[in-house]
């Protein structure tokens, strides 16, 4: 090995720069001072340097993973309250949130209520299969069903249907609570059938699914898409009243959720 005679900082960069190690390349200054005050040897040094570049990396493709995923807003297992929220078992969240069932390409409901953390949940385990390297994207199902609107008008939904057969979670969200067209409803259960044994598909709705066929406009379709959504699934029924009546009873408010009536539910 040639012998490097005090190669400059700016050199060493570079050559970290040109093997991708763009913590090494930034930090070098900094983590070699720490090395060096904590008495690391050569071979510590190198561990050090290489476990905090890995380190970087992985952060960034969470990161990467989470902006890719447009996920409306920050939402984790964390900080989701199981005692406000009684009819949830905790244990079947956390089992979920082992993400298993997206392993075995099944599916998973959870429906209920406006407020009730459906919304949440699904965001949170989404976070969850992102951190253990998974694909994810969240729609809410507007949003879908104008997206495959325009791509069928722009003449681009075989491409569109075939990106959205990719990811290996594909989160639906609000389903039920705007109609799909009658160009977009077929165009779904096409998206859903491509996932079917595949892909996991993880629904919101406020709807049983006894009162799909009203969001999709066709009962025959309903009943194909809901045959291959449910075959190998999850459904999680949250009942109970909103969580945000209920923040808001606790801060005295309300005397009670319900007596808000529908004026204040989402
Ligand atoms: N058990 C809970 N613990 C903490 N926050 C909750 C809980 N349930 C709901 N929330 C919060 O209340 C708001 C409404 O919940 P959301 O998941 O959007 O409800 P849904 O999708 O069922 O309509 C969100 O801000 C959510 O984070
Ligand atoms: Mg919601």
Do not use: C
């Not at 199981?82 to 998973?108: C, V």
């Not at 989160?171 to 977009?184: K, R, V």
């Not at 709705?205 to 406009?217: C, D, R, T, Y």
């Amino acid at each position: 090995m040639a012998v490097v005679k005090a190669i400059s900082n700016q050199e060493l960069a570079a050559l970290a720069n040109r093997l991708r190690l763009t913590l090494i390349r930034d930090r070098m200054e900094e983590m070699l001072t720490m090395a060096v005050d904590k008495k690391l040897s050569p071979r510590e040094t190198l561990e050090f340097f290489f476990r905090q570049e890995i380190r970087r990396r992985e952060e960034n493709r969470i990161r990467q993973g989470i902006m890719g995923a447009h996920f409306p807003a920050v939402r984790t297992l964390e900080d989701f309250d199981f005692e406000a929220q009684p009819s949830i078992d905790a244990k079947q969240i956390k089992e979920l949130a082992q993400l298993e069932w997206i392993e075995q390409a099944k599916n998973l409901l959870f429906l209920g209520p406006p407020g009730v953390g459906k919304t949440h949940l699904a965001i949170a385990l989404g976070r969850e299969a992102i951190k253990l390297g998974m694909s994810v994207v969240f729609y809410s199902a507007e949003e879908l069903g104008s997206l495959l609107d325009r791509a069928l008008k722009e003449g681009t939904i075989k491409q569109k249907l075939y990106q959205l057969s990719k990811p290996k979670l594909l989160i639906l969200d609000e389903f039920g609570y705007t109609p799909f067209s009658a160009a977009s409803a077929p165009l779904l259960f096409r998206l859903v059938n491509s996932r079917y044994e595949q892909k996991s598909i993880l629904i919101t709705s406020n709807k049983p699914v006894s009162e799909w066929a009203s969001v999709l406009g066709d009962a025959t379709l309903t009943t194909a898409m809901l045959d291959r959504l449910l075959h190998h699934s999850e459904i999680i029924l949250i009942r109970g009243d909103s969580y945000r009546l209920l923040e808001k009873r606790k801060e005295g408010l309300l005397t009670s959720a319900r007596a808000a009536g529908t004026a204040l539910t989402d």
